[in-house]
């Protein structure tokens, strides 16, 4: 029989050790790692090593200190986010069919992924310390991946130790070999005059050898957004299991499960943190034949303007053992200063799950989602703040992908400008958007989910004409009655233009703010006008998915 969640939880509490130090003989491990590896026999090897010893580790690294919260404050180098026009992905036999090729997965070839590998072992070779973390992807035994990093710096170590899920002693005395392994030797360039190459940075990444190389970069997410990639191909194809860029929760009494979709600044984080319900996941998880699991062992939170009274639980958890990453601190105090954005604007901290108090450990459920929650902010004003959505319309907009990015967040931005990444997660898909909108509405179809369109963004006039973000209270009194189950129970109405079904009431909310069409302050050809910019937005933007879409999903999206 397999294993249940309740099974697994109580195997991890038992055996995980918190630094993860497995009885066997580490020496001879490392010893055999390093000569399959081809490294330096003289090099010191750290093999999972301990967090205290990462720490003196990381110490030694340029700029590198502990912040007056214990945590490890690191620096990226001169790239403090990812590189995606450098990511590429092998062109070979085994994959090639399978994968959207284009501006996301672009091709290259065997020849220069063997002169990238070679380039990225040969420097780990030079080095007197290499650190290697072995590992978990994926939270189900049952379809779980295992993990190598093999790099040079102790913040790269750390980061993934936290990032990925941490073997109890038995299983990491037999791992064994990985499923995947990513040599990063990102201190050292990609040549950029090999094939291809168009700079020093290179992130490579190979579906037949299951092997991932980054060349020029020393952003550590590149590593955690790696395995995201692969899982993207892999769960679709072996397994027939969805791969999801999504937060993920559920229910303490009644034990039901929702997932929230949404790109940044539309609340995915905030909403699924609820004090009646438990943190299944923040980002990454995958839906299979028994529920949902999360796809990592820790999260990886922004940290701009970060304040403990309006997110605790994620300031609490910059502690010893956390990786802090390109912020700003006071040299005399070690004392962060979360606003301030002079190195990035994508400050970040990566600490394991265990940090959260309302994480579930672990972090997956034997129940499939409930409801299905597609957050936008649109700051136009012109979607509904809820709308339920038909199996076909949870596909058009889940392909859509669409929020607003804010007026005065770029240099030029005077006015709000739509942003659409296909599955809320574009940067990370392998297969065409169909592909995973389908295993989506198969699976809310089989299971009986129920989705919502939530906006978060503007209501009663446009962002620019003066109007207001709805209120939080209203947001989370929407969620409140979608979890208890009365939304569903409400009599609709139809919003044209986009063909939405809107509730006329919710318990907690003002009636009049529900249909925007009749909410707005000022006259109706404003608001008309709006409705069909944003119409006209979305249909340009759906025309590069069409073609490999069924025609009721092009037919779910909104008509002129």
Known sequence: ??????????????NVSTEHQAPFNKNERKSSISSKLGLNPDAKIHYNSAVPILYEDGLKEK?????????????????????????????????SEHIWWGPVNKKVDENTWNISKSRAIDYLRTREKVYIIDAFAGWDPRYRIKVRIVCARAYHALFMKNMLIRPTTEELKNFGEPDFTIWNAGQFPANVYTKGMTSSTSVEINFK????????????????????????????????????????????????????????????????????????????????????????GGCYAKCLDLSAEREPEIYNAIRFGSVLENVIYDPVTRSVDYGAASITENTRCAYPIEFIPSAKIPCLAD????????????????????????????????????????????????????????CFGQPFLVLHPMKYAQQLSDKMAEHNSNAWLLNTGWCGQSYVKGGKRCPLKYTRAILDSIHS????????????????????????????????????????????????????LFMENFEKYSAGCTQEVVAAGPAL
Not at 1 to 14: C, F, G, L, N
Not at 516 to 533: C, H, I, L, Y
Request: aromatic residues 8%; glycine residues 10%; hydrophobic residues 35%.
């Open 63 to 95: 700029g590198t200190t502990i912040s007056s919260s214990g945590a490890l404050i690191a620096f990226s180098g001169t790239k403090t986010g990812r590189s995606p026009k450098d990511k590429r992905i092998v062109d070979e036999e085994t994959s």
């Open 485 to 536: 189950g009365e939304l569903a129970q409400s009599e609709f109405e139809t919003y044209p233009t986009f063909g939405l079904q809107i509730p006329k009431s919710c318990p907690g909310v003002p009636s009049e703010i529900l249909n925007p069409s009749k909410f707005w302050a000022s006259g109706s050809q404003d608001f008309n006008s709006e409705v069909t910019n944003l119409a006209q």
């Open 209 to 296: 050898s299951m092997e991932m190389v980054i060349l020029g970069t020393e952003y550590a997410g590149e590593m955690k957004k790696g395995i995201f990639t692969v899982m993207f191909y892999l769960m679709p194809i072996k397994h027939k299991i969805l791969t999801l860029h999504s937060s993920a929760n559920q229910g303490v009494k009644e034990g039901d499960v929702t997932l929230f979709f949404g790109l940044s600044g539309t609340g995915k984080t905030t909403l699924s943190a609820d004090p009646h319900r438990e943190l299944i996941g923040d980002d990454e998880h995958c839906w299979s034949d028994h529920g949902v699991f999360n796809i990592e």
């Open 367 to 422: 129940s499939h989602p409930k409801n299905i929650i597609l957050l936008t902010c649109d700051a136009r004003g012109v979607l509904p703040p809820v709308s339920k959505l038909t199996n076909s319309q949870v596909m058009y907009h889940f392909i859509s992908g669409y929020t607003s990015k804010m007026a005065g967040t770029e240099v030029g931005v005077t006015e709000p400008e739509a942003t659409f990444s296909a």
């Open 1 to 14: 029989m397999a294993p249940t969640a309740v099974d697994i939880q109580k195997e991890y509490r038992e």
